[in-house]
């Protein structure tokens, strides 16, 4: 009784407490609702129409605002839609006292930061769309805890990271999950397998690991899968292909192995679309392919499918789009693919298919794209064809020969003709002219003929839209007509290049003012480039290399501020490089080699800073390599090679760590090498032969770890061969002509000599005896000379040797180029100012050295012809004998006998040290009496002016000959003390010459 009195007590005090908690309740819920959304508002940092700042008024109700949708029954926000306003900010954690909010869409803005945990308090919550902001940072895992009311979840476009929760399972009812474009990692949940309402999954565009879950076979109602460019590896799993209702699936650009289930359509009859491209499968393509008849679009390109293109593809009746490109398809193209009478797209480009192309492919009619470039086809195509919408025939790279094909000219929507590389032939039809949509031509590499003027150019210019225009390596044989400057003026890319153009270029190519790239290299053009080339502001590429251009490089090419790449080498431009050069910063690659350049290399070039390729290669530019060279940070290739650059190697080219290549070969570099070159860490070749390089090989380069290619022959470097890196990969030849050089038995060079006292006091006692004995010897053969000489004064020249004039014969220059296989570099058997001597083999058999003169340096045609006067009427078994000559305006040689021993220095210096005291002896001799001969048995006296060692040659028999009569002076009465200019060999002199020419200069 007592207990029943205090609970009714009891109720009676809180019940009215009660009452007033729920009154309290109703009037702040809706209250909450509003402090909520102003605290998002109060996020805003950017509202580009000021609509919220305006619109969400704290005098006006929450359900009046704009984007806000409230209830009926409870009068509280369900649903908040800020989508596509521009905003700028960041979530705030009071959305989750939202409490009956059922939609959230806030995408296409610019909101940033996190997802804030609290969003797990929205119970209701059945669409949640943040896509297509900013938003960072993992996604919480307790969010999903409390939302199993969600149907939509749709995170695509943010830079979330971090896993992927796999508490995402617990939304039950979710039917569309997008989490794609983020950043998210590691595996795919298994757990998203219980997801059994799922529709529609999208996670591609991540950073996902491992394989696809299997259990993602458990997805019944799933009709779209999308998983591409996520980094998955692994096979398929065979379930996928159980999931009947699928409708899409895209796997493309991931790893995936293995290969396709044969039976993978039979569980899949509703599949539309398949995109597998750009994995590792293998195999073949199943024949149960044929059994996804609703297949609108089949994509397995960029994969490593092998054998046969499947028939049973003709049963895909439906499909639009059918991709096989860049697999290792074999066999031929099946004639079942013809019936597919609704394909629009067929890329079957980079297999090994072989065979013609079935004539019921050319009767598709709603063929849009034919592209099966890079294959093994062959045929002739027809010249009817029923394509009337076709836009993109891309054939390049076949064996397709005959004429051109008729029908083409005919499909009117053509926009992208490629059928290069083929071997079509004939003449270029100008009604090609009537394909006005046309924005891409490329016909180079065939057989291609055309009028003298290139008829079909000027029919081309109806092609308004033309961007893109590819001619070259066809046999055209034509001008440049000036029709060319009225092509369209979007034409971007133009490549006449190897078609035995000739002419010149036509000023008003000038006109093609969105020109980027121009391509006339390998042709017959000459003349002067026309001033209005610098109307070409926009271009970017210049090929103009292998023509037959002269004159000073034009300034003009300085106006194209756009250029990034120049390439004029292999013409016979002459002068100086153009100082202004140094005006396009934009230049990437410049080629000037090959060509007739002079002085000194401008400063401003060095000024380039972001050259990647530099080549001034066979000029005869001077001077020094300054050390701004050291500017081009970026480099790759630099050659200066076959120049006339001196001084010494500059340090600051150790700092272009990228380099890759470089060449300073035959110059006249002097000093060391420099130690620095070790830091060259990205070094590939290096050729510095043919110079005057001295001291000891830097052990630095042992360092360069990408060195493939090392020349340092023909040098004066002396020490020993460095061992480590990549020397041990090198062989004798990148040291030959170093006669100091020392190092292992491998690199044909003697071994080097360890210094120790004693052995410095052996050799000290030795040159006190060898040096008095070899005196005396030499005084001995000294006198011996002196009697031989005069006793040959006595008598006659019996010792001439007549070379009948009947054994000359003439020897064309096209016989010297085949003798000596283009004067080939490895033919060459020396270089000195005036002129080159190659060894050569002629037609006959006979083995003769032909002396070609520099006629670009000063005083080599004056050395040619005092050569021919000196040589025309000697007669002596130990002066060179000329065999023939072979003379023209632009090239000047004398054809000379072989000396297969070589000259005198190279012996005198050689290792093996051939020469014993007798062959020295009769070395003297007949250089003694060769110029015996010279000053008084020939009926004019001949003075040579340089006798050194390099210019006694040795036959078979090692009897010398003197050679090398460029500067020899022919004496008579009138001029035999007459003054002359400074000659002889750089480095000494006669003093006699100094004023008067005389016998004793010899």
Same mark, same amino acid.
């Given at each position: ?16 407490? %009660? ?63 800020? %989508? ?11 959305? +989750? ?147 009947? %209702? ?186 090609? +002219? #009537? ?9 180079? #590499? ?44 979007? $034409? ?107 002085? %000194? ?29 050291? #500017? ?36 006249? $570099? ?40 090392? #020349? ?291």
């Amino acid at each position: 009784m007592e207990k029943n009195l205090f609970l009714s007590i009891l109720l009676a005090f809180l019940v009215p407490f %009660s009452t007033l908690s729920l009154v309290h309740a109703v009037v702040t819920d809706i209250s909450t609702d509003k402090q909520s959304l102003l605290a998002l508002k109060a996020r805003i940092s950017h509202d580009p129409s000021n609509l919220l700042a305006s619109n969400w008024s704290t005098s006006s109700s929450v359900c009046h605002w704009m984007g806000i949708t409230c209830g009926a029954r409870h009068l509280r926000v369900t649903a908040l839609n800020i %989508s596509h306003l521009g905003l700028t900010a960041t979530l705030p954690p009071q959305l +989750g006292n939202l409490s009956f909010l059922a939609r959230l869409d806030i995408r296409n803005n610019s909101f940033h930061g996190s997802l804030p945990e609290e969003c797990a308090q929205l119970r209701r919550l059945k669409y949640l769309d943040l896509s297509r902001n900013s938003l960072s940072g993992e996604l919480p895992a307790r969010i999903f805890d409390n939302l199993p009311n969600l149907l939509l979840l749709y995170l695509h476009l943010n830079f979330f990271e971090g896993k992927i929760p796999s508490t995402i399972s617990k939304c039950k009812s979710l039917q569309d999950l997008s989490l794609a474009l983020n950043n998210f990692t590691g595996a795919i949940p298994k757990e998203i397998g219980n997801l059994t309402q799922l529709r529609a999954m999208y996670l591609g565009f991540n950073k996902l690991q491992g394989e696809i879950p299997k259990e993602l076979g458990n997805l019944a109602k799933l009709e779209l899968l999308s998983i591409q460019n996520s980094y998955l590896t692994g096979t398929i799993p065979s379930l996928i292909f159980n999931l009947s %209702s699928l409708m899409y699936m895209e796997l493309w650009k991931n790893s995936l192995t293995g290969r396709l289930s044969e039976n993978m359509c039979q569980h899949l009859p509703n599949l539309e679309e398949l995109d597998m491209s750009s994995n590792h499968l293998t195999g073949p393509i199943p024949n149960s392919l044929g059994q996804c008849r609703m297949l609108s679009m089949l994509a397995l390109s960029d994969n490593l499918f092998k054998e046969h293109i499947p028939r049973e593809i003709g049963n895909l009746t439906l499909i639009k789009f059918l991709n096989l490109d860049s697999n290792k398809l074999t066999g031929g193209i099946p004639n079942e693919i013809g019936m597919l009478h609704n394909l629009e797209h067929l890329i079957l480009s980079s297999n090994q298919l072989v065979g013609p192309i079935p004539a019921s492919v050319f009767n598709i009619s709603t063929m849009e794209e034919l592209a099966l470039y890079r294959n093994q086809l062959y045929g002739i195509l027809p010249s009817i064809a029923e394509l009337p919408n076709l836009e993109g025939l891309i054939l390049w790279e076949n064996n397709f020969s005959g004429l051109f094909p008729a029908f083409i000219t005919g499909a009117s929507k053509l926009n992208r003709l490629d059928i290069s590389s083929n071997s079509f032939s004939g003449f270029i039809p100008g009604a090609i +002219g #009537n394909l006005k949509f046309l924005e891409t031509l490329s016909l180079e #590499n065939n057989y291609f003929t055309s009028t003298p003027d290139l008829t079909f150019l000027s029919n081309l210019t109806n092609c308004k839209s033309l961007r893109v225009l590819w001619l070259g390596n066809n046999p055209l044989n034509s001008i440049l007509p000036g029709s060319i400057g009225n092509l369209s003026i979007s $034409l971007e890319q133009f490549d006449i290049n190897d078609c035995n153009i000739s002419g010149k270029i036509p000023k008003e190519i000038g006109n093609l003012k969105n020109l980027i790239e121009l391509q006339l290299q390998d042709n017959e053009l000459t003349g002067p480039i026309p001033v209005t080339l610098d109307g070409l502001q926009n271009l970017q590429r210049l090929y103009l290399q292998n023509n037959k251009f002269e004159g000073l490089i034009p300034d003009i090419f300085c106006h194209l501020h756009e250029l990034g790449e120049l390439n004029l080498k292999g013409n016979k431009f002459y002068g100086a490089i153009p100082a202004c050069i140094g005006n396009l910063t934009t230049l990437r690659k410049l080629f000037l080699g090959s060509n007739k350049l002079i002085s %000194s290399i401008p400063s401003t070039l060095w000024n380039l800073e972001d050259l990647l390729y530099v080549d001034l290669s066979e000029n005869f530019l001077d001077g020094s390599i300054p050390l701004d060279i050291g #500017n081009l940070k970026v480099a790759i290739t630099i050659d200066l090679s076959r120049n006339l650059l001196s001084g010494e190697i500059p340090i600051a080219i150790g700092s272009l760590e990228n380099l890759q290549n470089l060449s300073l070969r035959y110059n006249r $570099l002097q000093g060391s090498i420099p130690k620095t070159f070790g830091n060259l860490k990205s070094l590939e070749f290096l050729d510095l032969s043919r110079n005057n390089l001295s001291g000891s090989i830097p052990k630095s380069l042992e360092a360069l770890s990408y060195l493939k290619y090392l #020349n340092l022959s023909f040098n004066q470097l002396s020490g020993e061969i460095p061992q480590g890196g990549s020397f041990r990969n090198f062989s004798a030849e990148s040291f030959m002509g170093n006669l100091a050089l020392c190092g292992t038995s491998q690199l044909q060079v003697p071994p080097c000599k360890k210094t120790t006292h004693r052995k410095l006091r052996t050799k000290k006692v030795f040159l006190s005896i060898l040096l008095p004995t070899s005196i005396v010897v030499l005084l001995v053969v000294l006198v011996i000379m002196f009697l031989l000489i005069r006793k040959k004064r006595t008598r006659p020249p019996t010792n001439v040797d007549i070379f009948p004039r009947e054994t000359w014969r003439r020897i064309s220059y096209q016989e010297l180029v085949r003798a000596t296989d283009r004067f080939n570099d490895n033919n060459l058997l020396g270089k000195g100012n005036y002129g080159s001597v190659y060894k050569g083999r002629l037609d006959e058999g006979m083995e003769v050295a032909v002396k070609v003169f520099h006629l670009d340096f000063e005083g080599g045609l004056t050395s040619f012809e005092a050569e021919c006067e000196v040589m025309r009427g000697l007669r002596h078994r130990n002066l060179i004998k000329i065999i023939s000559s072979c003379s023209n305006d632009d090239f000047k040689s004398l054809i000379l006998e072989y000396m297969p021993n070589g000259s005198l220095e190279k012996l005198l210096f050689s290792e093996k040290n051939v020469l014993n005291i007798f062959h020295r002896l009769n070395i003297m001799i007949d250089v003694a009496s060769a110029l015996e001969y010279l000053h008084f048995g020939y009926v004019v006296p001949i003075i040579h002016c340089d006798i050194k060692p390099s210019n006694v040659l040795l036959d078979e028999n090692m009897v010398a000959h003197l050679s090398d009569f460029g500067i020899a002076k022919l004496l008579g009465e009138e001029n035999s003390m007459t003054r002359t200019k400074t000659l002889a060999t750089i480095g000494y002199m006669a003093p006699e010459m100094k004023m008067h020419i005389h016998d004793y200069c010899d």
